[in-house]
């Protein structure tokens, strides 16, 4: 048996990079970028300007000026700005040659096609420089970082159509129990609805991973291990739910060991003891048309517990970090903040404990409060949780009033 941190680290030592591929902007959106982005031109390219009036000379400052022209945003002005002259220039227009400052429109006198500006004029003023917003040869974007409505917006105006993006973790996602039916169903005595299944669903989507439903294993070995090797065929990552205990019926510990190597069968931690990481070689379940890049080798299986607190904690704790290094982010980890119990929390002897809480704002401070029961078979703890708290092993636990660092799942 494993500490939690220990196990953690060996699941990220074992995880592989996935490769590189070249992904069209409009279905860029939460992927992550693969090498750096380095602008390409300035931004503004030209000087442009910031408001609707004229382009003049700030010498002509308080003269009664010609206006010779007009420039509209993708309409320059042809020709050059000779003294005592100006030329009508819309937001977004080209400042002329031989203009240093644009006049706002409602600062002028205009009369039929003559125009008086302000006595005082600043040369630069009301228009963007070029290369003021960006300069050719700048990093833009880093290698690492999740690509959002702004950066993809940055992307476009530096004419990029594509984007070097980490490919991202192909999971097949299965639960195992003789027990479970199908959501819909009605589960006839001594049965349970597989609920697992779609809390896992969508805890992975939110990782990032594209995901192959397998639907509900039996408890039974060959036929499981059929499933399994069948699905390992095509995905990076195996993740099922139940059968790791240490019953009679618990067949994926075992399943696990017979494919490839299990390097953590059990873990002190609170809830998801049974928690299994192993990694399958490629051999046993040969890839037909191993996807380029990292990930075409070991794959990963994740064995979560049954208990649906269990299965979401160990994911939260073991499996989302591994996706998150998998497509390259640079932080594999979820925000921390500092938050103030509001309960006395109790430790447990041998294990770190992940209590769920939830948070409110109390003047400047976080105080986190208890989703009550923490046993892991009630989600209701989970439900609306903002955070979990960490709390160690000993037989200290951690007095109300104390400030812990919680991993923050969500803010209130
Ligand atoms: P196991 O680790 O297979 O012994 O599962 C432990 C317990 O977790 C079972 O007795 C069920 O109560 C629960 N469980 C297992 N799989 C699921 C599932 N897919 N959905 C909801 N609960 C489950
Ligand atoms: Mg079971």
């Known amino acids: 048996m494993v500490d939690a941190d220990e196990a953690a680290s060996l699941v ?18 939460g992927r992550v970028l693969a090498e750096d982005l380095v602008a390409t031109t300035a931004l503004p390219a030209f000087p442009s300007s910031a408001v609707d009036g004229y382009a003049v000379r700030s010498a002509d400052a308080g003269k009664t000026l010609r206006v010779v022209g007009e420039s509209a945003a993708g309409r320059p002005f042809g020709g050059k700005l000779a003294p005592g002259s100006a030329v009508r220039t819309l937001t977004g227009g ?15 006198e205009e009369k039929g096609d003559v125009v ?8 630069g003023q009301n228009f963007h420089q070029p290369g003021a ?30 984007l070097p993006v980490f490919r991202r973790p192909r999971v097949a996602l299965m639960s195992t129990g003789d027990e479970l039916v199908e959501v819909g169903g009605k589960p006839g005595r001594g049965q349970i609805v597989d609920s697992n299944r779609w809390a896992l669903l969508a805890a992975l989507r939110e990782a ?3 995901v192959r439903g397998l639907g509900i294993g039996p408890d039974e070995p060959d036929a499981l291990r059929k499933l399994v090797v069948d699905a390992l065929r095509e995905v990076d990552v195996l993740v099922t739910s139940g059968g790791v205990s240490v019953g009679t019926h618990d067949l994926v510990k075992p399943l696990l060991e017979s494919l490839g190597t299990v390097h953590v069968g059990r873990v002190k931690l609170k809830p ?19 996807p380029p890049g990292g990930g075409g080798g ?19 704790v073991f499996v989302r970090p591994a996706l998150r290094k998998m497509q390259g982010f640079a932080r594999l980890q979820r925000p921390t903040l500092p938050v103030r119990l509001a309960y006395d929390a109790r430790a447990t002897a041998d294990r770190t404990e992940y209590q769920r809480v939830t948070l409110r704002r109390e003047g ?17 703890s989970l439900a609306g949780a903002h955070a979990l708290v960490r709390i160690p092993p000993g037989d200290q636990g951690v007095k109300a009033g104390t400030t812990v660092e919680a991993m923050i799942l969500a803010l209130p």
């Open 12 to 29: 990220l030592e074992h995880t592989p990079r996935l490769g590189i591929e070249r992904v069209a902007l409009a279905h860029c959106a």
């Open 94 to 108: 080209v400042l002329p040659d031989g203009a240093d400052c644009v006049v706002m429109v409602e600062e002028v």
């Open 116 to 123: 008086t500006v302000p006595a005082t004029l600043k040369p």
């Open 133 to 162: 917003d960006l300069r050719a040869g700048e990093r833009v974007l880093a290698a690492g970082e999740q690509l959002g409505a702004a950066e993809l917006g940055l992307a476009a105006a530096l004419s990029f159509p594509r």
């Open 208 to 210: 990032g991973a594209e």
């Open 272 to 290: 998801g003891k049974p928690f299994t990481f192993a990694t399958i070689p490629n051999s046993t379940a040969p890839h037909p048309d191993p």
């Open 298 to 316: 070991n794959r990963l299986a994740f064995g979560l517990p049954g208990f649906p607190v269990s299965s979401l904690v160990t994911f939260e």
């Open 364 to 380: 400047h401070e976080l105080v986190a409060d208890t989703t009550g029961s923490q046993s892991s078979s009630r989600l209701m």
